[in-house]
């Protein structure tokens, strides 16, 4: 097949700049059109962004001219990736499947959807094969801190658990490019983010779930939150508590959790990571300015085990594991799944 024609709804936006960094070099994914709000449509990419990645404005998507999100702008592309706010996602996504374009999606409406999958690919690249009998193909990627957060989960939740409390701590980026003023979260936290916590274990369980009848059954999970958000600005981390009904070896647990490849089968994944979790015995690690660089990668410390309790420290980059990264992950297991 010819490269992958791709389109990107709210390009200008911090997902949209690392998605633009992703497919800059792609060998598989062409990105041959930008979208950005009616009030920079028309403009070139690079005079209407603010731009806030490392490094120039990718030179070969720096002229060109923003579009429209309306259907007539993405006709001739095989499918287009969205980072549109929330709020507006809902309307535009629909109208493009209502026109029989294919969408690959980071925002929140229709993830709970139970005949649309909502893809981490290490945990639920599976739940891909339901796109099979859609005429137009529509596919999620959950929230990022839930993308974060349930990758040890894939091993954690074969344990005998009581239950899992969470408490997150957030990165500004993940509240988008105008997002917070920085008057409220300079040298401040914020004990609050609406609809965080009902989110990420909502969106756990579908991961986890099973597909009978063409639609996915979400697992049941006993998980509690809390969500923070904090003067940082990449990277979200968690704590997580798990009480456990049987006693375990952390050692083993720690290598299982090493040695998760799921997706090792595939060949052409540029970015699926070669350690999807990476495990650190340095009691000062993970860190956001020393472990968010890659970004696939989820990293874990403080790995401890104690009175039936299991600790650990998570940490993942918000906009390439939790957003950019997965959406392109996602599209490049669909092709080696032979699914476009
Ligand atoms: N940030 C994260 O860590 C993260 C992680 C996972 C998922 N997500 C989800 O990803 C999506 C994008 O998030 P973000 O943080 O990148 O947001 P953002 O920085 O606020 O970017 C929003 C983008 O949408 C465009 N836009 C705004 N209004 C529009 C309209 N009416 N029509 C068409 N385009 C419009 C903006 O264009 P202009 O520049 O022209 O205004 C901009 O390109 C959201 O749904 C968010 O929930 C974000």
Do not use: C, V, W
């Given at each position: 097949m010819d490269r992958i024609k791709v389109s990107l709804l709210g390009s200008t936006g911090v997902v949209g700049q690392k998605m633009i960094k992703l497919l800059e070099h792609h060998p598989d994914i062409e990105l041959v059109k930008v979208s950005a709000s009616p009030l920079n449509a028309g403009k070139k990419y690079r005079d209407a962004v603010k731009w806030v990645e490392p490094?120039?404005?990718?030179e070969k998507f720096g002229d060109l001219k923003l579009v429209s999100s309306e259907p007539e702008d993405h006709r001739d592309v095989d499918y287009v990736l969205s980072a549109l706010p929330s709020e507006i996602a809902e309307s535009i996504e629909l109208k493009l499947i209502k026109n029989k374009i294919n969408v690959i999606s980071n925002a929140s409406p229709y993830r709970m959807n139970n005949e649309i999958p909502l893809i981490n690919p290490e945990l639920?690249?599976?739940?891909?094969?339901?796109?099979?009998?859609?005429?137009t193909k529509f596919v999620k990627n959950p929230n990022c801190t839930s993308t974060i957060m349930s990758m040890p989960l894939a091993e954690i939740l074969n344990l005998d658990y009581r239950s899992i409390n969470l408490v997150t701590l957030q990165a500004i980026s993940g509240a988008g490019f105008t997002g917070l003023p920085y008057m409220s979260i300079d040298d401040n936290i914020i004990p609050y983010i609406n609809g965080e916590e009902e989110k990420i274990p909502r969106e756990i369980s579908k991961m986890f779930g099973y597909i009978d009848s063409n639609k996915i059954v979400n697992k049941t999970l006993k998980m509690y939150i809390t969500s923070l958000r904090v003067p940082v600005k990449i990277g979200h981390m968690g704590i997580m508590n798990v009480e456990l009904n049987e006693k375990i070896d952390v050692n083993d647990l720690k290598n299982r959790l090493k040695n998760f490849?799921?997706?090792?089968?595939?060949?052409?994944?540029?970015?699926?990571?070669?350690?999807p979790i990476v495990i650190h015995?340095?009691?000062?690690?993970?860190?956001n300015i020393m472990d968010?660089?890659?970004?696939m990668e989820v990293h874990i410390g403080r790995v401890e085990y104690k009175d039936n309790n299991l600790r650990l420290i998570i940490l993942g980059n918000n906009l390439v594991r939790g957003a950019a990264g997965i959406t392109v992950l996602t599209l490049e297991t669909m092709k080696e799944m032979k699914l476009i």
């Open positions: 490094g120039n404005i990718p639920n690249y599976n739940h891909l094969n339901l796109i099979e009998n859609m005429d490849r799921p997706l090792r089968k595939f060949n052409n994944l540029y970015n699926a990571p070669e350690n015995e340095e009691n000062n690690r993970p860190q968010t660089y890659s970004g």
